[in-house]
């Protein structure tokens, strides 16, 4: 069994590709049809793409606070392309890539970074959870629903994921330690990105991997290159197995990076430093997939160039109509919390309502 020969405590990381793109573990290569692996290679771009624009029109003025993805995109398509149609994905925050994949339209993306909440209102049959900011607390979400799922005895299985640095709230235990003792089907996905935030993953917590976690909860857990998108496919699709089985939840590791800044709030320049990212942009994740279906000639170099030049047509249109839909309203804001608002949100919501009229939005 993969998890058994990639036990956490063997320190060994499942790789499939190199940084390059080239296969250098042929017996776990899977075999992904090439339709699929094509969805695969054109949501990472759409999502890179998508991606830098936001960061673009954050800095113009005309979104709110983003939170970028770039050097996660493997971490995230290649779970995604392991599930079915039945399967749910709960999310944190910075999971463009998986959501696109799941079903979730980028003008809904865009709307939600805008701050119109009908960005999280998707289609009945998207099985995707909404924006998720309090951190951890998508892993009880996510505990409840597969708990839900195996009681009503559907056949769905759900991805949950977070950061290196939500391992360490409370909600991450709560969540899994739920999932295991009732053997839910449940698959967790730890972003290991290196960073929560300014605080580097040493100084989150004093164990070796993050994957061992899995140990004291009773469960499997494994260690996985998260550049590299074959090998999170190859391990989520067996942690989907096993939990479709009734065997429970599973722990994926993935070692990747973030690329950017925690948000758009945030300066990375100030802790840490150039040849630290240097030296990860060896590792693209969309480099080397591209380079990995160049090779098996499922996508070409002219073809990528006109895929890149639609894909980039398709953000500035998308966030155009995002933009022309205009601001939410004040009241919008308030009025979709309680039934009824509270004494305190009428003493808020009055307090923005004279600073609107006063200084404007």
């Known amino acids: 069994m993969l998890f058994d020969q990639y036990n956490p405590l063997k320190k060994k990381v499942l790789q499939i590709l190199d940084n390059e793109g080239q296969v250098i573990n042929k017996t776990l290569e899977p075999s992904i049809p090439d339709d699929v692996l094509l969805k695969m290679y ?11 624009k936001a960061i673009q029109f954050q800095r113009q003025g005309r979104m709110l606070t983003y939170a970028p993805n770039m050097g996660q995109e493997a971490a995230q398509i290649g779970p995604m392309a392991a599930t079915s149609d ?10 463009l890539n998986a959501m696109l994949y799941k079903g979730v339209t980028l003008e809904q993306l865009f709307l939600y970074w805008y701050g119109n909440e009908a960005g999280s209102k998707y289609n009945d049959s998207v099985k995707v959870l909404p924006v998720n900011v309090p951190i951890g607390s998508q892993i009880s979400h996510a505990a409840g629903l597969a708990y839900a799922a195996k009681i009503q005895k559907k056949d769905e ?20 330690n739920f999932g295991a003792v009732f053997n839910v089907p449940m698959v967790i996905i ?11 993953r040493a100084k989150a917590s004093k164990a070796e991997t ?3 976690k899995a140990i004291a ?25 096993r939990a479709k089985l009734g065997q429970g939840p599973s722990l994926i590791e993935a070692i990747t990076y973030r690329m950017g800044p925690h948000t758009t709030s945030d300066n990375p320049k100030i802790y840490r430093s150039d040849e630290e990212v240097e030296a990860w942009k060896e590792k693209d994740p969309l480099k080397r997939f591209k380079n990995y279906l160049l090779n098996k000639k499922i996508i070409t170099q002219a073809s990528d160039d006109a895929l890149n030049q639609e894909y980039n047509q398709l953000v500035l ?36 309502k ?3 009229e006063t200084e404007g939005r």
């Not at 054109?42 to 830098?52: E, K, V």
């Not at 399967?87 to 999971?95: G, I, K, P, T």
Request: avoid cysteine; hydrophobic fraction near 40%; charged fraction near 20%.
């Open 210 to 212: 993050l994957a061992q």
């Open 157 to 176: 299985v759900v991805i949950a994921y977070i950061g290196d640095g939500g391992t360490s709230h409370g909600e991450f235990h709560e969540g899994i």
């Open 217 to 241: 909860y009773g469960i499997p857990g494994i260690q996985v290159d998260g550049n590299d998108t074959l090998a999170m496919y190859v391990a989520t699709l067996e942690a989907i197995k």
């Open 317 to 352: 249109s998308t966030f155009k109509q995002v933009e022309d839909s205009g601001l939410v309203s004040l009241e919008e804001v308030f009025n979709h919390t309680y039934q009824e608002m509270t004494p305190l949100l009428k003493e808020q919501y009055n307090d923005l």
């Open 86 to 95: 039945n399967d749910w994905l709960a999310v944190s925050f910075r999971e």
């Open 42 to 52: 054109q949501t990472m771009t759409l999502g890179r793409i998508a991606d830098i």
């Open 354 to 356: 004279k600073y609107e």
């Open 190 to 200: 730890i972003q290991n990105n290196h960073w929560a935030i300014s605080t580097p």
